[in-house]
């Protein structure tokens, strides 16, 4: 099992001390602090298909290679959801340029979601609150998820034919337990459309957190897993070891059980990459922190407590 490093955590979504990394300089980032491979946001600054034309895409390949760093996943930040058709299609539209900017960029997997509920930039940064209950126009349930089930197939027909593999996060909106995404992927049936188990997105509480619920999860999902997450705050201790922290004792009460949730994914034979993403807004003591006091030095505790745990468990 790799490291890899996801370049939200780069993009200035979580920060306005500085101006946002280039896809390079997050690249180097990745480098200096040890990641074996790297994810490319797909949205501005770093991966729009907007901005990615092949040229473009070429050049981003070639910087990768020469820093011995794969890009080893994309992300689609998709929404499937909307009852508005135009809409849909607009995300569809997305979906397509992404599948053709991964084969361009030689990553093998694209994550997608179900429903992305989004984020809105307050003072140059972003929060959830805004966003925390998506409005879907009382779209009723059963045509949300047979419209999502369409739209995931339609996909899975360019990744067939593009050779990308579809990785579905078992992330909220609409999803909201790991059967649901497991039932997402039987439905769609192809073999370009697998899965992206996130120990986070399980939830927060002891039981979904617990080692059986953890194992429980892990071993359903089994060789569908192509791809994982993890997101989480930590502290070095004065003999030099790091722990994880909680980042929101009112959001996160409980830490992920990353431990046992690692030690599972190896019994199962897992050996892709669980790409680390600070994903949230750095608040602590009373200040909403930056790039340069804080998320360059979580990137790279995140990588040392990663590495312990796959070595160790």
Known sequence: MKVGLYSISCSGTWFNDRPALTVEEFIDTAKKYGYEGVEIDLKRPHGSPIDLDSKRCAEIKAYAEKQGMPICALSANNNFAYPIPETVENELLMVKEQIRVAKELGAPVLRLFAAWRGIVKVDGIATYERTRVPNYLGFPKYQQFQQILACFKECAKWA????????????????????????????VDSPNFKCCLDAPCLGWNEKVQSDEYIQRATRAVGDLQVLSHANAEFKENPDGSVEMISFDNHEQPVLTNYPMFIKTLKEIGYDGYINFEFCHMPFHDGKVLGYNDYIENQIRLARIYFKNLIDTM
């Open 160 to 187: 067939e034919e593009a050779g990308v593999i579809l990785a579905l996060q078992n992330h909220e909106p609409v999803i909201e337990t790991y059967e649901d995404m497991l039932e997402f992927v039987r439905l």
